[in-house]
DNA sequence: AAAGTAAATGTAAGCGCTTACATTTATTAT
DNA sequence: ATAATAAATGTAAGCGCTTACATTTACTTT
């Protein structure tokens, strides 16, 4: 069936009928209301091809993230698709993995699949060496590439962010203020929102002229026992400290497991805090600190952004957002 | 740049560049490595609308889930994300909810959107009352059908599910041999899954000669919270237990968290198992014993058995997958 | 070398839509 | 009532592919 017999059984021609599936408004409201109700009789639905091949749109967004098994990118992903289909967009999901030629070889396929545009989520998908994020910036001369947490200038080129930065200073500063001073930061990643983390904290130092030490700067795996490993070294070195802060849940996690082992009381002798507040942060025993890392309003910001360049509107091509610190036990400030 | 723009340079039909591209083998060998190099060299990607229409197949899967951002059901889509990408084909994620218009309605766009087939990932797609399950008999007969994690007699309608029965009968046969008589038992949905969780639970106890008490029986949230909830209500009239076993890592978490506040000691006083082995088990203090559902070899069936029905091959209509039970800290068996 | 067959290539007709442009019909101004 | 204008509808030419069928070229067989 196809629009075909829709204009004949209407006594329209097809024409018509398509411009009502456009929502043209040159056609009267009789005829509308005609073929609409013909169309609902006979079932139809537009082939989407034929229709791609007209409007060279397909009225979907890829999605490219590098694990969408990660709690946080999940959680990022399943917004997103609610946002995008409450604008009647539909999206293709891609888990690239970290390799770079990888993601390229996605976003190259999205292209060819003619999605209307590319929102990559998560930080993983800058690289330091700018030549190796030639890649988005030549996707961007296609379609609008959206950039979830992380920030590339170019033209066709837009962000969404989380104030990284200032939520680790502002916390790292709360536990200094009320008398904390070795503090541990341990970090997952050193993309550019992994830096920036690490800077917030380090300002946060500085500020309270605390010196800031190495060994208390710790790159580590996004892994629970990574965690709980790296402190019982440096614990088992008597090296002491009285706070940990970390750029993700599963690392508090690993932080609390570390105390528990070592009879260290949380949070009287330990100050812990977590980052995204994801569901990790309310299955121990005490409850994370966390910080929030707003993962909705970021996609909806997103979406937003995305749905503004479509229609032409001016949007902002970069966007920060302020992250809220979540208190829960692990915490006495 | 378009099929023509390459036959040109190559001087050959548009046929023979099609002929090409689509792998028939009517064409020398020089030709083909000409025709190639000429893609290569203009960086030419076939319209994927212009190729649907001929074909009429988009190469793309729709993958409905109820809610991506459930950790079980978020791996899930990431598993068939990457069997599907490892076999060229694209997918098409759906987060519907729970209400079964919406589920119908996502399946119709799916639909019209011209994908191959459909995964229904989840025991919530199945409504006990079998008339509320006509939407996908239904769509069975424009496309295949895969249910993840649940089962429906059709044609066109295959599934893959975890042997949940015997899963839960085993570890619940073990807590008693083991010396438990008092094991609750706290269940998320009376979907048919979670019904044969339930009725593995229920042999259990009934070869093992112990009556089953209602209150042990809890349908309960899904929700570290309300499960904790429910076991101090027992608690507080005087119910005694000797183990929990649940039908999701969540409600383990909520059962720790009883014990925890009522100073009750795990595994000493009381054994804990969840389910789904998901990362909420190495999160907790002791950490859970919980059961592996096997997500990965479920969405690798899944996946299989639906390129087997694209080949035109046979395939068996349903698989049950063994799960394996995890032991950790929460119980002693 | 001619005839017969197989392999390689080309021609052209769709696939089901959108839309510029042409035509008809309805509305308004004179 | 008529001309001028606006609204509604129709006609037909694509969009970029696939593929049945026709034709040409290359290889066998006798």
Redesign the interface.
């Known amino acids: 069936m196809n629009i075909y017999d829709v204009s004949k059984k209407a006594g329209v021609s097809i024409a018509t009928v398509s411009r009502v599936l456009n929502g043209n408004n040159n056609v009267s409201e009789k005829t509308r209301q005609r073929v609409l109700s013909v169309m609902d009789e006979l079932g139809y ?9 007209g409007l ?1 749109t ?1 009225k ?1 967004i890829g999605i490219m993230c590098t ?3 990660d ?1 946080y990118l ?2 990022a ?3 997103l ?2 946002e995008l ?1 409450a604008n009647d967009y ?6 690239t993995g970290t390799r770079n030629s990888t993601k390229k070889k996605y976003m ?1 396929l999205l ?4 999605v209307d545009g590319i929102i990559l989520v998560g930080s993983k998908f800058l690289d330091t060496h700018m030549e190796e994020n030639a890649y988005i910036i030549d996707a961007a001369k296609s379609l609008p590439i959206m950039l979830v947490n992380c920030h590339l200038d170019g033209e066709n080129i837009y962000s969404a962010q989380c104030d990284d930065e200032t939520a680790v200073f502002s916390v790292t500063d709360s536990l200094i203020k009320s008398g904390r001073n070795k503090i541990v930061y341990l970090y997952t990643s050193t993309s550019q929102s992994g830096l920036k983390k690490l800077s917030g904290y380090e300002k946060a130092l500085d500020l309270n002229h605390i010196p800031a030490r190495t060994e208390f700067m710790q790159l580590c795996h996004k892994d ?1 026992l990574r965690a709980k490993e790296y402190l019982n070294s440096l614990h088992a070195r008597g090296i002491s400290f009285d706070a940990v802060v970390t750029s993700d849940d ?1 690392l508090a ?1 690993g932080a ?2 570390f105390a ?1 082992e070592n009879h260290i009381r949380v949070p009287d002798e330990l100050n812990i805090v977590g980052y995204n507040d994801s ?2 942060a ?4 005490p409850e994370l600190t966390s910080i929030d890392s707003k993962v909705e309003a970021l996609c909806s910001t997103t979406v937003n952004t995305l749905m503004g360049v479509f229609a032409e509107k001016h949007v902002p091509s970069k966007t920060l957002i302020q992250a809220e610190l979540i208190v829960r036990g692990t915490t006495r400030l």
């Open positions: 639905t537009p082939n989407v091809f034929a229709r791609g091949l060279n397909m979907t694990d969408s098994s709690v999940a959680n992903v399943y917004y698709e609610q289909r539909d999206s293709i999901l891609c888990c190259e292209i060819s699949k003619r629970i599963s996690v609390l497991k528990y569901i990790l309310r299955c121990t025993e």
